[in-house]
Structures are given as structure tokens and as C-alpha cells.
């Protein structure tokens, strides 16, 4: 499986890219694998700060729902409308086009708490 | 009691075909080999196999088999004739369902019950535990292997593997007969998907045999393995129950729908109960419904009415791949088991409309 270098990773099986103090968050490719074929993205919370480790949102595939939590702790500025009406966008392209959330990061990002590539790949047996 | 894990027949076959597996009522099952939807749509479309390994065979012999199999399920096995299959329960004594399973009247003495995997020791129990009559039993689950080839094109697909005329078997009836150059194999025209087609029994030892004949015969039909992912969303169309999510050992089988296979032209346990029980009129109902906006009800979530008063409880969900919304079965109150009623499923603190259907929620 691939988990891009540039990346942090979570135990909730989300990944985060910071760049300028704004976040990008999706879900790995493991956790698009585990769910199985994803037919919505459900993310209510653009335009609110919400605390890392709160729930920002749900993701549903055909046979499971699943919260979606922030990996750290930011202002929810912008929701990826293309899983409106191709979530499976999160299967073909977890990194790339399936993006969630970008994020405006306002609190301390947790370091210690986001995971390496290396550390996320043997979390997730691989 | 012991944890451990067990293995279908052909486990290491569908690690090999990218089957993602899962520990699944005590078995290590494939729940997907590419996508649910795919295989989904495989069977509503083509042809597809299962192998559903898992599923508990009991055979049941002797002078006394029927009046046993007669006072332990609610269906009338009397009516059966050799070569034919019937729905049915075993009714516990307390108003619930132990199980759900299949009756096969395999000859004038002698049937086999199919019941389901996370069941079996449990109803072996119950079975041997109200056998005072003598019935011969026989658990030979460890020893068959069970592939549902299911789909508009099972038929063609597979013909060329036996001299029976597969076209011949009719709905809930099934032969003994040579498949893939193996003898005796149960051919059964049952499924769990409503798309058609057939169940094979057969012994573990030709297990691997039969399952790549029919990949090579099937090969020009797009034949494809799927996984009890699908296997879920399929019967879920047909408004099926599944044991553990709309009926368990608390539900009534009147109440969960199943007043067709409830016979009280004879005495079976609880008839009693369950009798006064159709008399006085019924609280609620197993209903299948469709949701009208973008949403998945799933197990556990509320049921209310257009008021937003709980009127139920959904017990099975998910996204209907071949309608592309979301759908449901759960129990209301029987006031509103009204096909075409509105009602509304919470989802997340949201009430989405939702109708009551008439079942199959999923109409050819």
C-alpha cells in the first residue's frame, strides 16, 4: 500500500499535509480498503474550529459508517465539493483528489500524536 | 470455549483471488474480492459465485425424522416431497426465533437442514435437546462445502458441467446429480439474492475441483467470485432477513414477517403462543423502506413517524447498489406498516424521509 512520504498519518487512518499553516485532510489508502466502495462524504462543519480528535464529518460506504476526526486543531475553511457527486473519488485518489478538508490550523499541531509513514505502515500491519 | 478461528475448505483459494477476508460467525470469510457494488451488480446482471462454506448442514433420518423436524420448525415439512426444499424456523419457547433455515427432503426418511454458521452449536443443542423420539442426527457441517452460483446467467454458464438439465430445476426444488465430474453433488435451486440460480452441495474433498470448473466454464459469462459484502446488499434488495440483524431469539416470526412459513395446521413448539399471539393482533411489524433524500440508514438507528415520535427501530441498512439509494428493513409499530406510509429515519441527529415499501424493496 502507499503512504506518500510528505505526509503525516493518524491512528484514525486520516493523513494530513501542512503547508502555510493550512491543513489538507483525507483518509488513507488503508481506510478506503477497509471501507470498501465509498458513497458519500458527509462534512456539515466548513466555517467552525473544531478541537483534534473531535468528529468533523462521517464517510459512508455501501456496508459501513465511519466519523472522520480532526488530526488537529483548526478552522474547517473549505469542504472538497468534487465528493459530492464522486465520492468514490476517496477510493481512486485517497491522497490526491479525494481530499476531505482544508483546515486553517489555530491551535499547537500535536507532533508527537501524527505519525511518520514508516510508523503508520507497520500501525496498519504493512 | 475456544476463539480460534476456522477455515473454510477453499480458504487459501480466495486469499489467492484478492478476497479480503474477515472473521465472519467464527469463519475467516471473504467479504470482497474487487468492490461491493461490482459484485453487486455481477449478480443482478451476469453471474456470480459464493462460497458460503460457513452454512451448517444437519442430516435427520430415520422413522422419526419428520415428526422431529415437524415439532422443532414452524413451516409444514409434511407438504415436502423428495427433491424439495422449504423456508422455515425453529420457534423457541419463549416467542422468539432460534434460527432461520432450509428443510431438504433428500428421501422418504431422510432430510437435511441447512441453518445458519453462527448458529450451529446452538441449534445442534436444541435440536438433540428435543429429539425424545429418536430421530437419527448427523452434523456434517465440517464436511461440505456450499457455492451459491447466482445470477440471470448461472444457468448457461454452468450447463456444460452436468447432464441435468439445469433449466429443469425448478424454484425450491433441486436434484442429486453429476457437476463437474463429480458424483451426488446437491444442485438446489435456492440463493439469498433474488437474481436466480442455484446452490451446490458438495463434499470438501471436491471442493477445489468444482469451484475452478465452474470458473472455467463460467469464464465466457464474465463469471466472478463475490464476497458476503454483496452477498448482504443483494438480499437486502429482496427484503431477506438476516439472523442476527431482523430476527434473533427475541423477534417473533409473525412479527418479522414470517407468518408463510408459521403453519398452525400443526402443533410445533410455542404454536401455542405464537397462535394467541396471531389472534390478538400483532405490535409491530418488520416493514422494508427506502429513503427519499441522500442517506444510509443502518442498524440501530430510530424509526419515527412524520411527527418525529420513534415509531421503530431500523434492524438492517445500507446503499441499494442497484438503485442507488439508501434502503432498509426495521420493526414500527403495526399502525404504520402501511406500505406507502411516510416515515423518517434519524440519521445523525437528522430525520430523513423515508416510505414505507412494499417488499422486494428492489422491483425487476
Known amino acids: ?126 | 470455549m475456544t476463539d480460534s478461528i476456522k477455515k473454510i475448505q477453499l480458504n487459501d483459494l480466495h486469499e489467492a483471488l484478492g478476497g479480503k477476508m474477515v472473521p465472519f460467525a467464527g469463519y475467516n470469510m471473504p467479504v470482497r474480492y474487487s468492490s461491493d457494488i461490482e459484485e453487486h451488480k455481477t449478480v443482478r446482471e451476469g453471474v456470480g459465485v459464493f462460497d458460503v462454506s460457513h452454512m451448517g448442514e444437519f442430516m435427520v433420518k430415520g422413522p422419526k425424522a419428520l415428526d422431529l423436524i415437524q415439532k422443532v420448525t414452524s413451516n409444514d415439512a409434511s407438504k415436502l416431497i423428495i427433491g424439495q426444499a422449504q423456508y422455515s424456523c425453529f420457534p423457541n419457547e419463549k416467542g422468539g426465533i432460534v434460527d432461520d433455515l432450509i428443510v431438504y427432503k433428500i428421501g422418504e426418511e431422510e432430510y437435511m437442514l441447512v441453518v445458519n454458521a453462527s448458529n450451529i452449536e446452538k441449534d445442534w443443542n436444541w435440536i438433540n435437546q428435543h429429539n425424545d423420539i429418536g430421530a437419527e442426527l448427523e452434523n456434517i457441517s465440517d464436511s461440505l462445502s456450499l457455492f451459491a452460483i447466482q445470477g440471470p446467467k448461472a444457468i448457461e454458464a454452468v450447463q456444460s458441467l452436468t447432464s441435468i438439465d439445469l433449466s429443469t430445476i425448478k424454484f425450491y426444488h433441486f436434484t442429486k446429480g453429476d457437476f463437474a465430474g463429480v458424483n451426488d453433488v446437491i444442485i438446489s435451486g435456492t440463493g439469498y439474492t433474488g437474481a436466480g440460480g442455484f446452490e451446490i452441495y458438495v463434499k470438501n474433498e471436491d471442493a477445489e475441483r468444482v469451484w475452478k470448473a465452474v470458473f472455467e466454464a463460467g469464464k465466457d459469462f464474465g463469471i466472478k467470485p463475490i464476497g458476503l459484502g454483496a452477498r448482504d446488499t443483494l438480499r437486502l434488495e429482496m427484503g431477506y432477513c438476516l439472523y442476527g440483524n431482523d430476527i434473533n431469539d427475541e423477534t417473533s416470526p409473525l412479527e418479522a414477517g414470517l407468518g408463510w412459513i408459521t403453519k398452525f395446521t400443526k402443533d410445533f413448539i410455542n404454536s401455542e403462543n405464537l397462535k394467541k399471539q396471531k389472534e390478538s393482533g400483532l405490535e409491530k411489524k418488520l416493514v422494508g423502506f427506502i429513503i427519499q433524500e441522500k442517506g444510509i440508514p443502518r442498524a440501530h438507528y430510530p424509526i419515527v413517524n412524520t411527527s418525529g415520535e420513534i415509531i421503530g427501530e431500523v434492524t438492517s441498512g445500507t446503499m441499494s447498489p442497484s438503485m442507488g439509494v439508501g434502503i432498509g428493513m426495521g420493526y414500527v409499530n403495526s399502525e404504520y406498516a402501511i406500505p406507502g406510509t411516510d416515515i423518517a429515519i434519524t440519521v445523525r441527529n437528522k430525520n430523513l424521509p423515508a416510505k414505507i415499501e412494499k417488499l422486494p424493496l428492489y422491483k425487476k
Open chain 1, 1 to 126: 500500500m502507499n503512504f506518500p512520504k510528505e505526509l503525516k498519518y493518524t491512528k484514525d487512518h486520516e493523513w494530513v499535509k501542512i503547508e502555510d499553516g493550512i491543513a489538507v485532510i483525507g483518509i488513507t489508502e488503508f481506510a478506503q480498503r477497509e471501507l470498501g466502495d465509498i458513497v458519500y462524504v458527509e462534512v456539515e462543519t466548513v466555517g467552525e474550529t473544531i478541537a483534534s480528535g473531535e468528529v468533523f464529518g462521517t464517510v459512508e460506504a455501501v456496508k459501513t459508517v465511519s466519523d472522520l476526526f480532526m488530526p488537529l486543531e483548526g478552522e474547517i475553511i473549505e469542504f472538497n465539493e468534487e465528493l459530492e457527486s464522486s465520492p468514490e473519488l476517496v477510493n481512486e485518489s485517497p491522497y490526491e483528489e479525494g481530499w476531505m478538508i482544508k483546515v486553517k490550523i489555530t491551535g499547537e499541531v500535536p507532533e508527537g500524536e501524527l505519525l511518520s509513514p514508516e510508523d503508520y505502515a507497520e500501525l496498519v500491519g504493512n
